[in-house]
């Protein structure tokens, strides 16, 4: 039987938001046995700043996952330290913040996968609970597909392809910290030059830069002067975000998901459409 697992003490880090550009304060907490992940904001009204993480507080998609409250308070970009939190198996943990967006920090988990090591992490009395897929849920929007199989433990096949400058790419990834470490936790965020215009007109990505995301060219060339970390860096991303967006049901889940030019959106998507039909899975 697993047990739920927290971290060992208080660790803090500081960045920049990738799309408000603010300077935020991070400090992740121990906390016990069923808190779940929490995301408090420091800089509101007292009472009103946390917000626990699960499916139905997602409200907004724009480039990243973000989460709400009650009381209208949001977190952004929660999607990196997600995949963090994931794969190195912390269940219970409270994230202070002191802004509305989760800092970049270089664009990957890696700086969060050092945080957490630095922290340490502490075996509860109490046991894991997990959903196990029973049932195949799919999701279809355009020619973006996702779905969900009954497997025995987490698994993901990603497919993406932004056109003719990127090649098509394709590949399987699983849920453990020993592959996330090796495969995945290195892959940036990225956006194509020609976008970058549009994003600023949306108010978004002010804190954008080649320090904290992949820009490509219309070539389909990095800009970035270390070039990428992974030949296919974009596909791991892609499966990166998809492992933080899935921990937003606040558990692991047990099934294997296949996800066509995937998102945000369609993340929560699939997410959503598997819970609300409590035929589609169990606790385990």
């Excluded at 969060?112 to 849920?137: C, N, T, Y």
Aim: glycine share 10%; with cysteine.
């Amino acid at each position: 039987m697993q047990m739920q697992r927290t971290i060992g003490k208080s660790v803090s880090i500081k960045g920049v938001g990738l799309h408000s550009g603010d300077d935020v304060s991070v400090t992740l907490k121990p906390a016990e046995e069923y808190t779940g992940i929490v995301f408090h904001r420091t800089d509101v009204t007292p009472g009103a700043g946390s917000i626990s993480v699960c499916a139905s507080a997602v409200s907004g998609f724009q480039l990243c996952t973000q989460l709400e409250n009650e009381h209208k308070v949001k977190v952004g970009t929660v999607e990196h330290l997600m995949a963090a939190l994931y794969a190195l198996g912390v269940d219970n943990v409270v994230v202070e913040l002191d802004s509305e967006e989760v800092p970049v920090l270089d664009g990957s988990s890696e700086p969060w996968v050092a945080l957490l090591d630095k922290a340490g992490f502490v075996e509860q009395d109490e046991p894991r609970k997990r959903i196990k897929i029973l049932k195949e849920v799919v999701v279809k929007e355009g020619n973006s597909v996702a779905s969900v199989k009954p497997a025995g433990d987490f698994g993901l096949h990603v497919f993406v392809h932004y056109g003719s400058q990127v090649p098509p790419q394709k590949g399987d990834f699983k849920g453990t910290e020993f592959e996330f470490r090796r495969q995945l936790m290195k892959a940036r965020t990225f956006c194509f030059e020609r976008d970058i215009e549009y994003m600023h007109s949306m108010g978004l990505a002010k804190g954008g830069s080649l320090e904290n995301a992949v820009v490509f060219n219309e070539d389909g060339k990095p800009l970035n002067e270390e070039g990428l970390r992974y030949k296919d860096e974009i596909l791991r991303h892609k499966a990166l975000d998809a492992m933080g967006d899935f921990y937003i049901a606040g558990y692991r889940l047990v099934g294997h998901f296949n996800l066509t030019r995937p998102g945000h959106e369609m993340n929560n998507r699939l997410l959503r459409a598997i819970l609300e039909n409590p035929n589609n899975w169990k606790w385990v």
